[in-house]
């Protein structure tokens, strides 16, 4: 009921980080549109945890430790899974649930890695997927070395450039190479069955 109106020939997109992750989204999305085309954008789920956990540490100062989070006892035994910030780069798992409702055919998985190295090349992949001449390119980003990431170049009527706002790029914290090891242990299984899947080889390994 939020949703535009979309005429012929135009496209409506709508996003939020929480679809991929949500168990009743693939039901309720078919219902709505089973032509809807699919874009999901992935990074290393070590990375992505350790992205998130730093996000609601801005947010909650008194937050425990990301081991403290991460692992249901301190030895760094069983990895804690229900802590939706390690839960949610459980790829795989997500996938099964969307792929009872809409083939692959449907989705186009961006690399968030290769979306900060070549933003116009991801993008190419992404106009390609939409049906659409490919208009954003190369010369439409700039790299800016403070936030780490690509920014466009600005838009026509305005003289700024189009930058990620101060809640991305920031510093993450020092995690123990032991954690960071236990993690790439547990993720690895998920994100080579989440490769087959997709017939993508993220490089996350």
């Not at 039901?27 to 290393?44: A, F, G, P």
């Not at 692959?104 to 992949?125: C, H, I, N, Q, T």
């Not at 990431?149 to 809640?167: N, Q, V």
């Amino acid at each position: 009921n939020l949703m535009p109106r979309t005429l012929e020939g135009q496209i409506t997109m709508e996003k939020t980080p929480s679809y991929f992750v949500t168990p009743e989204a693939p039901r309720r999305i078919y219902n709505m549109s089973k032509d809807t085309k699919l874009i999901v954008v992935v990074r290393n789920p070590v990375t992505r945890a350790i992205s998130d956990y730093t996000q609601t540490l801005s947010k909650t100062p008194s937050l425990p430790t990301f081991q403290a989070l991460a692992f249901k006892n301190s030895s760094l035994g069983t990895i804690d899974t229900t802590w939706s910030a390690i839960r949610i780069g459980i790829y795989a798992k997500h996938l099964e649930n969307w792929l009872q409702y809409f083939p692959l055919s449907k989705f186009l998985f961006v690399s968030g890695e290769r979306l900060v190295s070549d933003p116009a090349g991801e993008m190419g992949r992404v106009q390609d997927f939409l049906g659409l001449k490919r208009v954003i390119t190369d010369k439409h980003f700039y790299f800016n070395k403070t936030k780490g990431f690509p920014c466009l170049k600005k838009p026509e009527g305005s003289s700024k450039p189009r930058c990620l706002g101060k809640s991305k790029g920031r510093p993450h914290p020092d995690i123990d190479k032991t954690l960071l090891l236990r993690l790439q242990d547990f993720y690895r299984p998920y994100n080579m069955k989440f490769y087959q899947m997709t017939g993508q080889n993220f490089g996350w390994d």
